[in-house]
C-alpha cells in the first residue's frame, strides 16, 4: 500500500505536536500551581480554625457610647489573636427571642436585666456563678450589682454599666423660694414641693410646680416609682409571685398621691415622664431621673440630691448587663474571655468615663482617671454614693405582666384612684393570669 504524505502535512502534525506538548506541559505547570495554591490556604483555613470569631449583639445608645464601646471590643480583638468579637447593633426583644428560638442566637448579648426570666425559660443563656466564683474579678465587682443576675440560685449575667435613680433640682429656684437644704425625707420632700409651687396669678394653675410625676402605664413609670417603693421597706415580689398590697407598696403610692392631692406636682404628657422640657423651662423644679440625661448636657442651673427616705434610704439600679448564650462548649469558654474583660478596671474606667455611666468594678471607681472625672461632674458624686444602696426590679419570667399591671396601677392612683384599691386591683388581675 503506498501513503503519500506531502510536506505540508508533515510540517502541520509537528506543529499541532508541539502546541499539544506546549498546552500540556502548561497545564501541568497551572495544576501545580493551584495545588500549592490550595495547600497554603487548607493552611490558612487550618489557622483560621484556632480563631473563634464570636457575634455581640448591642443596643447601647446614644451612638457616641456604641462609638465607645466598639473603641473597647477592638482593643480585646487586638490583644486575643485567638477570639475576634463583632460587636452588631440589634434592637429588640422580638428580634433576640426570634434567632432564639431560630437555633441562631449572638454569643454574646448585651440586654436588660428583667429580660432573665425569659430567657431562662427558653434555656437560651447559662449560668455563670460557676465561672464567677472561680474568678479573682469577681471580688472587685460592686457585690449588690449581681443580685439582678440572681434567679432561682444561679448567676445569670453580669454588669457591664449601672447607674441609678436621684432627683435633679433648679438651685436657683430654691434659691428664691427660701429653701436652703435639699430634703433628706419624705415629709421634707412634700414640703419643699409645696413652697416651689407658684401661682403667680391667682387662677389656682401654677406656672411653677415642685415636681414632675411621670403619668403613663410604661417601664418609665414603673423604674421612677421604685425607689420609693424601696425607701419604704415595700416589695413586688414574693416567692416568685406577685405581691402588690404590702403596706411598703401602698405607702410609696400614696406618697405620690399625697404630692397631687396637694396641687405641688404636675403629671408629665402620657408615657413621656422622661421629657425635661418643663425642668428646663423652670416651669418644675424638680424631676426624678438619672445620669443619662439629658439636663447634664443643659446650659441651665441644676444639681442632684439623693432619693429621700421613708423607712431607710435607697434607690433602683439601672443596670445593663451581658448573657452568655446557650451555643458550644468552646464559643461559650470564648466569651467567657471577653465578659472576664468587660468587667476590668481596665474596661470599666475608660468606658465610665467615656459614657458617663457608673462604673462596675471598684478599683475603676476608685482609680485617680475616675475620681478626676467626677470632680468635673460632681452630681455623678451623688448617683456614685447610691450604688451601694441600690436594688433592682425583679428579674422573673413574667415581668413584663407585673410591669404592666403594676404601671396601671400607679396610673389610676395618680389620676385620683385610692392606692389600695388600685393595687388590689392590679393584684387581682395578676393572679388570673399568672400561671
Same mark, same amino acid.
Given at each position: 500500500?503506498?501513503?503519500?504524505?506531502?510536506?505540508?502535512?508533515?510540517?502541520?502534525?509537528?506543529?499541532?505536536?508541539?502546541?499539544?506538548?506546549?498546552?500540556?506541559?502548561?497545564?501541568?505547570?497551572?495544576?501545580?500551581?493551584?495545588?500549592?495554591?490550595?495547600?497554603?490556604?487548607?493552611?490558612?483555613?487550618?489557622?483560621?480554625?484556632?480563631?473563634?470569631?464570636?457575634?455581640?449583639?448591642?443596643?447601647?445608645?446614644?451612638?457616641?457610647?456604641?462609638?465607645?464601646?466598639?473603641?473597647?471590643?477592638?482593643?480585646?480583638?487586638?490583644?486575643?489573636?485567638?477570639?475576634? $468579637?463583632? #460587636?452588631?447593633?440589634?434592637?429588640? /426583644?422580638?428580634?433576640?427571642?426570634?434567632? *432564639?428560638?431560630? =437555633?441562631? +442566637?449572638?454569643?454574646?448579648?448585651?440586654?436588660?436585666?428583667?429580660?432573665?426570666?425569659?430567657?431562662?425559660?427558653?434555656?437560651?443563656?447559662?449560668?455563670?456563678?460557676?465561672?464567677?466564683?472561680?474568678?479573682?474579678?469577681?471580688?472587685?465587682?460592686?457585690?449588690?450589682?449581681?443580685?439582678?443576675?440572681?434567679?432561682?440560685?444561679?448567676?445569670?449575667?453580669?454588669?457591664?454599666?449601672?447607674?441609678?435613680?436621684?432627683?435633679?433640682?433648679?438651685?436657683?429656684?430654691?434659691?428664691?423660694?427660701?429653701?436652703?437644704?435639699?430634703?433628706?425625707?419624705?415629709?421634707?420632700?412634700?414640703?419643699?414641693?409645696?413652697?416651689?409651687?407658684?401661682?403667680?396669678?391667682?387662677?389656682?394653675?401654677?406656672?411653677?410646680?415642685?415636681?414632675?410625676?411621670?403619668?403613663?402605664?410604661?417601664?418609665?413609670? $414603673?423604674? #421612677?416609682?421604685?425607689?420609693?417603693? /424601696?425607701?419604704?421597706?415595700?416589695?413586688? *415580689?414574693?416567692? =416568685?409571685? +406577685?405581691?402588690?398590697?404590702?403596706?411598703?407598696?401602698?405607702?410609696?403610692?400614696?406618697?405620690?398621691?399625697?404630692?397631687?392631692?396637694?396641687?405641688?406636682?404636675?403629671?408629665?404628657?402620657?408615657?413621656?415622664?422622661?421629657?425635661?422640657?418643663?425642668?428646663?423651662?423652670?416651669?418644675?423644679?424638680?424631676?426624678?431621673?438619672?445620669?443619662?440625661?439629658?439636663?447634664?448636657?443643659?446650659?441651665?442651673?441644676?444639681?442632684?440630691?439623693?432619693?429621700?427616705?421613708?423607712?431607710?434610704?435607697?434607690?433602683?439600679?439601672?443596670?445593663?448587663?451581658?448573657?452568655?448564650?446557650?451555643?458550644?462548649?468552646?464559643?461559650?469558654?470564648?466569651?467567657?474571655?471577653?465578659?472576664?474583660?468587660?468587667?476590668?478596671?481596665?474596661?470599666?474606667?475608660?468606658?465610665?468615663?467615656?459614657?458617663?455611666?457608673?462604673?462596675?468594678?471598684?478599683?475603676?471607681?476608685?482609680?485617680?482617671?475616675?475620681?478626676?472625672?467626677?470632680?468635673?461632674?460632681?452630681?455623678?458624686?451623688?448617683?456614685?454614693?447610691?450604688?451601694?444602696?441600690?436594688?433592682?426590679?425583679?428579674?422573673?419570667?413574667?415581668?413584663?405582666?407585673?410591669?404592666?399591671?403594676?404601671?396601671?396601677?400607679?396610673?389610676?392612683?395618680?389620676?385620683?384612684?385610692?392606692?389600695?384599691?388600685?393595687?388590689?386591683?392590679?393584684?387581682?388581675?395578676?393572679?388570673?393570669?399568672?400561671?
Amino acid at each position: 500500500m503506498n501513503i503519500n504524505i506531502r510536506p505540508s502535512q508533515i510540517r502541520n502534525f509537528f506543529c499541532y505536536f508541539l502546541s499539544s506538548a506546549w498546552q500540556f506541559l502548561l497545564l501541568r505547570i497551572m495544576l501545580s500551581a493551584c495545588l500549592i495554591f490550595l495547600s497554603s490556604c487548607q493552611g490558612q483555613i487550618q489557622n483560621n480554625d484556632k480563631v473563634i470569631h464570636l457575634t455581640l449583639w448591642q443596643s447601647i445608645n446614644p451612638p457616641a457610647n456604641r462609638d465607645v464601646f466598639q473603641k473597647l471590643v477592638d482593643r480585646f480583638n487586638h490583644t486575643h489573636a485567638d477570639i475576634q $468579637v463583632e #460587636s452588631i447593633y440589634a434592637e429588640g /426583644l422580638p428580634k433576640v427571642l426570634t434567632a *432564639v428560638v431560630g =437555633n441562631a +442566637p449572638p454569643d454574646i448579648l448585651s440586654f436588660s436585666p428583667q429580660s432573665t426570666g425569659q430567657f431562662v425559660e427558653l434555656g437560651a443563656i447559662r449560668p455563670l456563678e460557676d465561672w464567677l466564683e472561680k474568678l479573682p474579678l469577681k471580688s472587685e465587682i460592686i457585690p449588690n450589682l449581681l443580685e439582678e443576675s440572681r434567679l432561682d440560685g444561679h448567676i445569670w449575667s453580669v454588669p457591664l454599666y449601672t447607674s441609678n435613680i436621684g432627683i435633679f433640682y433648679r438651685p436657683k429656684l430654691f434659691q428664691a423660694a427660701g429653701i436652703t437644704e435639699t430634703p433628706k425625707t419624705w415629709e421634707e420632700l412634700r414640703l419643699v414641693a409645696k413652697k416651689l409651687t407658684i401661682d403667680r396669678n391667682g387662677d389656682h394653675r401654677p406656672e411653677q410646680y415642685g415636681m414632675l410625676l411621670p403619668l403613663g402605664k410604661g417601664e418609665w413609670t $414603673v423604674f #421612677s416609682w421604685f425607689p420609693f417603693l /424601696l425607701s419604704a421597706g415595700g416589695e413586688v *415580689v414574693t416567692n =416568685n409571685r +406577685p405581691n402588690l398590697t404590702n403596706q411598703g407598696a401602698i405607702s410609696a403610692l400614696k406618697f405620690w398621691q399625697d404630692l397631687m392631692k396637694d396641687g405641688s406636682a404636675t403629671l408629665s404628657a402620657p408615657e413621656r415622664g422622661y421629657e425635661e422640657d418643663a425642668f428646663l423651662s423652670g416651669r418644675v423644679a424638680m424631676q426624678i431621673t438619672g445620669p443619662w440625661t439629658y439636663i447634664m448636657k443643659s446650659n441651665v442651673d441644676y444639681d442632684v440630691f439623693p432619693i429621700p427616705a421613708s423607712v431607710g434610704r435607697a434607690t433602683v439600679t439601672g443596670t445593663g448587663i451581658l448573657y452568655v448564650m446557650k451555643t458550644t462548649p468552646a464559643r461559650e469558654q470564648a466569651a467567657l474571655k471577653f465578659l472576664e474583660y468587660v468587667l476590668s478596671e481596665e474596661f470599666q474606667k475608660e468606658w465610665s468615663i467615656g459614657t458617663g455611666f457608673l462604673p462596675i468594678n471598684i478599683k475603676a471607681a476608685q482609680s485617680k482617671d475616675f475620681q478626676q472625672f467626677i470632680s468635673q461632674k460632681p452630681v455623678l458624686k451623688v448617683f456614685m454614693e447610691q450604688v451601694f444602696l441600690a436594688h433592682p426590679r425583679p428579674i422573673i419570667a413574667g415581668y413584663s405582666r407585673l410591669s404592666d399591671s403594676l404601671g396601671h396601677a400607679i396610673e389610676a392612683t395618680l389620676l385620683g384612684e385610692s392606692a389600695e384599691k388600685a393595687l388590689k386591683k392590679a393584684q387581682e388581675h395578676l393572679e388570673t393570669i399568672w400561671e
